[in-house]
């Protein structure tokens, strides 16, 4: 990063991203890209976001309203003529061909947020997966399985960035470009004849929220990346990861390349974990390409237990100040839905959970997967129960069917009667109710690139128990929660048994340890202070488009 002597004012940025929050979302790159964009307007620059307009959000409801693009000359043969579309290149390999879209703007301030409108992005109800209502329409549309045109609508939404920035003639300072769905945009920005000249100042920034398998959004048919993309042969040469066209290894070239905490950065290019990624860290080192970890923040005012209204809680508290009162009402409410099977519409319920408020609650909110570590936490839950009945389990989310029946059938387990409870499904209030609720929350991941849910939970006074890997090692073992480094159902449930015997008997150290934890965040986790490393990041890409 640059001296302070030798730092110069980010004035406009612009971020590309098939998520954000508030909008349409799958995961917390929705909430890395809403907060860090507010935080760049706080630090007074101009943010434009861009991001499709998909078939499940109704645009006039949202407050956006038609873009009418300019004319850049009134007095020309063309006058005032008015334009609300566009068209994009998007060629297959055996046909030239283009498609339309018009954009949907929306004002905050100095942030704008632009939706892009288009047939391909229209007819999709799930950001990234099919939904059940397409499967029912059309029987190939497989609930939870990718968008048969995910490389496409990628391309789509990138060019269209590029498109509306020139025909707005406003090249940014930077644009940021969020994980591999928007990563091309660098190798095409800097390659292309319609746009390198135009961006040839503008720096470039890629951020990789997860790097593994089945992340990347790498394409096989290397003759269609080079059609769709517009990108010289050479170029799809090179880009490759094993045999695919690689979006992440296309931009190392002309971009900056960062990752959401410093140690996932450290995972990606100096360990084996790197072998989950199909070696795409060591590939980029071997290119000169060092990623740069920056750990993402959170704004605490989203999560803030003092104002329980806008969470949905049943009462206000606050663990900087150990007022907790209000901690134990969340609970027997959250203990009261469950034991009258009345949590959320949409979510099924299996197991319950006793009406003791005083045993210690473990919880868990997230996806049903093996990356999450749910293989992992099954086994410790069961091993734990044998010998320990004094503990409650709450558990929200979905995903893995088989693991989804797992879980389903744990709780009917002897063993777990009235203190093991899954609901099947996900609901944000009830994942607020759960977050306050809880006395300890579960993170087993196998692998973490950053993760916001330990930011959330500890913020709401639920200490986290985590798997010490990627962006979890920000959770200090002992005073700001509990971590074990063996990814195994041992290592997991000695970690859970640590964590109830500091409940049971030092309860003032699990006082002392929430307050540490919220003062954690403030000092060193908040999007104020993140967005400090971010602004860097943008001169150092800056710079970078200088040299070429």
Known sequence: MKGEDTKYPVRT?????????????????????RQLAESLRNHGCRVRVILPRYGFMDADALGFTPLELPSRRKDGPCGNRRRHSFAVEMNYVDRERREDVSIWEKREGGLTIFLVEAARFAEKLGVYTYTAVEEAKTGWQRHGSGHYDYFAMN?????????????????????????????????????????????????????????????????????????????????????????????????????????????????????????????LGHRLLQRGVRIIGITNGINPRDVDPTRPERLGLAAPFDPLRGDLDGKRVCKQEMLDLVARRDAADGVQQFGSLDREPALPLFTFIGRLTAQKGVDVLLPALAALAVDDRGFQMLALGSGDPDLE??????????????????????????????????????????????GLTDYMAQLLGNLPVVHHVGGLVKVLDGRTGFSYRDHTPEGLAGAMRRALAVYRDEPERIRAMQRQAVQEILDHHTWEKVTESYLDLYRDAQAMACAR
């Open 405 to 450: 029946k797992a879980l389903a059938a744990l709780t009917g387990q002897e063993e777990l009667a009235g203190r093991c409870c899954f609901l099947r499904g996900y609901h944000p209030g009830l994942a607020n109710r759960i977050y306050a609720a809880g006395d300890f929350f579960l993170i087993p991941s196998r692998y973490e690139p950053c």
């Open 155 to 279: 391309i789509l939404l990138q060019k269209a960035a590029l498109d509306l920035m020139i025909l707005l003639a406003e090249p940014p300072d930077a644009i940021h470009c969020q994980d591999g769905h928007a990563a091309t945009l660098a190798a095409m920005a800097r390659e292309n004849c319609g746009y390198r000249h135009f961006f040839a100042e503008t720096g470039l920034v890629v951020t990789i929220h997860n790097a593994g398998l089945g992340y990347h959004q790498e394409v096989g048919d290397l003759a269609f990346a080079r059609a769709v993309t517009g990108l010289p042969q050479s170029v799809i040469r090179r880009s490759r990861l094993g045999p695919a066209f690689d979006p992440f290894v296309a931009a190392a070239d002309y971009a900056v390349i960062n990752t959401v905490s410093e140690q996932y950065a450290r995972e990606l290019q100096e360990t084996r974990e790197d072998a989950r990624t199909g070696w």
């Open 13 to 33: 940025v612009w971020m590309v991203t098939r998520e954000y929050d508030t909008l349409a979302g799958a995961g917390g790159v929705k909430d890395v890209c």
